[in-house]
């Protein structure tokens, strides 16, 4: 009887091995429920979370590690897409204006006619120091709408390789020329500082117009408030772009990745702000003024341009004095023959 | 006139002129922002490294 128990147990115990044996194969064949990537970090998510793309180089600028940041962004959507329109609607828009002013204004011509006399208005100097900025700007705003335009607007139409050619050239030639612009702009400034200064005869003209609209005649001295008013654009703003361009041609002198595309913004915006402000100064100095241009092609103004547009201008009672007012008879801008 | 073609060749000197001062001041940016130890570009191969060392590759 004992030796019947015993092998009853010991056929129990055996068969009880036999199915833990069976069993554990079994059960480290079924799928674990967990999963070894589900820890791992995504880039995507580690991007939502931290806002930046970096890592580590083995150069020594270390402001290269970080690949993407917030602030990169926005300074893309920046310079890809606000500035296209701030640039295109300051520009275009004033085109616009001009070329809707000219069909409906026209010139503005001499009432009195031209009396014949000239009197110099600006010397050789002043006249070399203007065309000296003017030619650099002209070249400046041209390369650098290209800049930001070029890539959408030029390259479609002459080809990558022709594009290459002229963005390279217009890119050595926007830096180098900045210095003759900067220097004309500083020089104008000195040069113009004691004529430009408002005062209360600017308000009244201001307040007429200028006399653009209709026949009226504002007093103004040298320089009426229209013209003042492109002088401090281009001293302010030519200092703007210029201080913000060094600052853009000379990376990361002190200044840093923050302070760069602050640089480039300030630039971006005052330059198409200064392109159609001279655009308007362009048009009014040529086909806008009769006897405008001369001033500052030939050096003189006829007389009577002078007593309409700035009668307070000392200048005039000068020549008043050496000719006598009763001397100077205005012939009507056209005149039939007799 | 003389005005307008004195300008233009104050620009011109005024340029060429900022060309050379700029090139003795300013590096290419393959030298300023590598080290010798990490090169960009294939110019850069000989910036401030002896011949002998050339060719032995990464």
Redesign the interface.
């Known amino acids: 009887m004992a030796i019947l128990s015993a092998r009853i147990q010991l056929l129990v115990a055996a068969i009880l091995f036999l199915v833990c044996a069976a069993v554990t194969p079994l059960a480290a064949q079924q799928p674990t429920s967990v999963n070894p990537t589900a820890e791992a970090v995504k880039e995507q998510q580690l991007l939502q979370q931290l806002k930046r793309i970096q890592g580590l180089g083995?150069?020594?600028?270390v402001k290269?590690y970080v690949i993407e940041q917030p602030q990169g962004r926005e300074w893309r959507q920046f310079h890809e897409v606000w500035l296209h329109w701030i640039g295109a609607i300051a520009v275009l828009g004033m085109l616009a204006v001009l070329i809707v002013f000219y069909l409906t204004r026209g010139m503005v011509r001499i009432e009195a006619g031209r009396s014949g006399i000239n009197i110099m208005r600006f010397n050789?100097f002043e006249?070399?120091?203007?065309?000296?900025t003017a030619?650099?700007f002209v070249i400046l705003a041209l390369s650098g709408l290209n800049i930001t335009f070029g890539k959408d607007m030029l390259l479609p139409l002459i080809g990558p390789s022709a594009f290459s050619s002229w963005s390279l050239a217009a890119k050595y030639?926007h830096?180098?020329?900045s210095?003759?612009f900067a220097?004309g702009v500083i020089l104008i400034f000195f040069m113009w500082l004691a004529g430009n200064i408002p005062n209360r005869v600017d308000v009244e003209w201001l307040k007429r117009g200028g006399g653009i609209v209709g026949k009226d005649h504002p007093a103004a001295y040298r320089f009426n408030a229209g013209q003042k008013a492109i002088y401090w654009i281009v001293v302010i703003g030519g200092a703007a772009v210029a201080v913000s361009g060094y600052v853009l041609m000379?990376p990361f002198y002190g200044t840093t990745i923050a302070d760069m595309q602050l640089a480039q913004i300030v630039h971006g915006v005052v330059a198409v702000l200064f392109v159609a402000a001279m655009l308007g100064h362009i048009y009014i100095g040529t086909i806008g003024m009769e006897g405008a241009f001369e001033a500052m092609?030939q050096?003189t103004v006829d007389f009577n341009w002078a007593k309409e547009h700035h009668s307070l201008w000392p200048k005039l009672k000068e020549q008043n004095l050496r000719t006598g007012p009763g001397e100077l008879r205005g012939k009507p801008s056209a005149t039939p023959a007799e | 006139m003389r005005a307008f073609l004195a300008a233009c060749l104050a620009i011109v000197v005024i340029g060429v002129g900022s060309y050379f001062v700029l090139s003795t001041l300013q590096q290419p940016t393959g030298v300023a922002y590598t080290s010798d130890g990490a090169r960009i570009g294939p110019m850069e191969l000989t910036r401030g490294i002896p011949a002998a060392q050339g060719g032995q590759g990464d």
């Open positions: 083995s150069i020594p600028d290269s050789a006249r070399f120091v203007h065309w000296m030619t650099c030639a830096d180098y020329l210095f003759p220097l000379f092609g050096g």
